[in-house]
């Protein structure tokens, strides 16, 4: 059929629904279409309309795959959405009417599409992925999405124009997963600030991520994680999440937090506010990290015996002031391999360790005093004392690898004070 034909009945189809009754939606037929060519998105209408609302999946693919423009009659796809055009689409032009996707939008492969501006519509989707978008300039066609009912996935987007990562600013809630990976030209994450719930963050193998913030408006998480971002150098933005813990109709019973693997970051200071973890914390491999002064308001690190808190190779930590208000720890303290580590200081007020406590090869740990109160013979946590020996842990005590006065428990007990000098 002649291209201009085909354009020319399409139009007409257009035309035709525009004048339809306004609270009548069409469903395309079948309930599931694929497009493999162009000449199949021309000719869409006259194939499966007229029709507004395809009530299944939309697969759309194929290398002379240029314009969605044909498409510009649909408001909705029910089911899962494919865009994976090839070489030739530059533009998602066509789309700006579709409302929303049930299942989940995939995008990636398309190497020359500049924008996602066609669908500035969109207010909610069930799962979006980003991937593979070498030629994308910005994300500022989301702008408007409110709700992703499940993950929102930005992973390998391998776009060296986007260093800035923003465009959700009305986005409000994830039901499942936030997931920025491996993007290698990245250097900021912002653009989340009314973001107020979802299920875990996990920001990992970003290389050149020096800034993470505008994550202003989160108050519910179940996981975070930010790991293996070797120029990360600042957290910002988490100042209204007090708690992490499963939200209602998650399926896990535990959450967490992990900072792992992040070299040059110094500071923790955008979790001010947190009192409470249910699930393990690891802060581990942060080998510029000078203070914990950003958990001043943490209390508790709670669960299960699972629900550990971990701080293992942070090398130039001196102390644990910061962790002043940390009461409990349901599972197993382990704080390891520590080498500038002098004190623990910060620990005075602990009352109760579930599991194992374990300090080990900190080999200029001189003051241990801090956990005098959890290592003595009285009962400081109620319900009761433990099976142990000493009341206030729930397994067995270990100190290896630590000189003189933190060598063990009894000497940590005999110890009264230890001289500034000695300490630094």
């Known amino acids: 059929m002649n291209p201009n034909l085909s354009r020319f009945i399409s139009l007409t189809w257009v035309f035709l629904l525009c004048w339809a009754p306004a609270s009548k939606a069409l469903d395309c037929s079948?309930?599931?279409?694929?497009?493999?060519?162009?000449?199949?998105?021309?000719?869409?209408?006259?194939?499966?309309?007229?029709?507004?609302?395809?009530?299944?999946?939309?697969?759309?693919?194929g290398l002379s795959v240029e314009s969605l423009v044909p498409l510009s009659s649909l408001t909705k796809v029910g089911g899962y959405f494919l865009l994976d055009a090839g070489p030739l689409l530059t533009s998602l032009d066509g789309l700006s009417g579709i409302v929303s996707i049930g299942g989940d939008l995939d995008i990636g492969g398309n190497h020359a599409l500049e924008n996602v501006d066609g669908l500035s519509s969109l207010v909610t989707v069930g799962t979006l992925r980003l991937w593979g978008l070498p030629a994308l300039q910005n994300l500022d066609g989301f702008s408007n999405l409110e709700t992703v009912k499940g993950s929102l996935e930005i992973i390998q987007l391998d776009s060296q124009l986007i260093t800035a990562l923003s465009g959700f600013e009305g986005l409000v809630s994830i039901g499942a997963n936030l997931l920025i990976q491996l993007n290698p030209w990245v250097t900021t994450v912002k653009g989340f600030s009314n973001l107020e719930v979802l299920d875990s963050l996990v920001i990992s193998h970003n290389m050149v991520v020096e800034e993470i913030s505008g994550f202003d408006s989160l108050t519910l998480v179940r996981y975070l994680e930010i790991d293996n971002c070797p120029e990360l150098l600042s957290i910002g933005g988490f100042l209204s999440l007090s708690i992490l813990e499963p939200h209602v109709g998650s399926a896990a019973l535990l959450g967490g937090l992990s900072i792992q693997s992040n070299d040059l970051l110094e500071d923790l200071g955008a979790f001010q506010n947190l009192q409470q973890i249910s699930g393990s914390t690891a802060l581990s491999h942060l080998y510029a990290l000078q203070n914990l002064n950003a958990f001043s308001s943490l209390e508790a690190v709670s669960g299960d015996e699972l629900s550990h808190f971990t701080l293992s190779s942070n090398h130039s930590l001196r102390s644990l002031s910061g962790l002043n208000g940390l009461k409990f720890v349901d599972g197993d303290l382990e704080i390891q391999f520590n080498n500038g580590l002098r004190s623990l200081h910060g620990l005075e007020q602990i009352e109760h360790v579930g599991g194992y406590l374990?300090?080990?090869?900190?080999?200029?740990?001189?003051?241990?005093?801090?956990?005098?109160?959890?290592?003595d013979e009285l009962d400081d946590y109620q319900p009761g004392p433990s099976a142990g020996d000493v009341p206030d842990v729930g397994k067995n005590v270990v100190f290896w690898g630590?000189?003189?006065?933190?060598?063990?428990?009894?000497?940590?007990?005999?110890q009264i004070f230890v001289s500034s000098y000695e300490l630094y």
Do not use: M
């Open 30 to 61: 079948p309930n599931d279409i694929e497009l493999a060519s162009q000449v199949e998105i021309d000719n869409f209408q006259s194939l499966y309309g007229p029709c507004d609302e395809i009530i299944g999946d939309l697969r759309i693919h």
């Open 358 to 375: 374990d300090i080990r090869q900190n080999p200029g740990l001189l003051d241990c005093t801090p956990l005098q109160t959890l290592l």
């Open 402 to 414: 630590q000189n003189g006065s933190c060598g063990s428990k009894h000497a940590i007990l005999d």
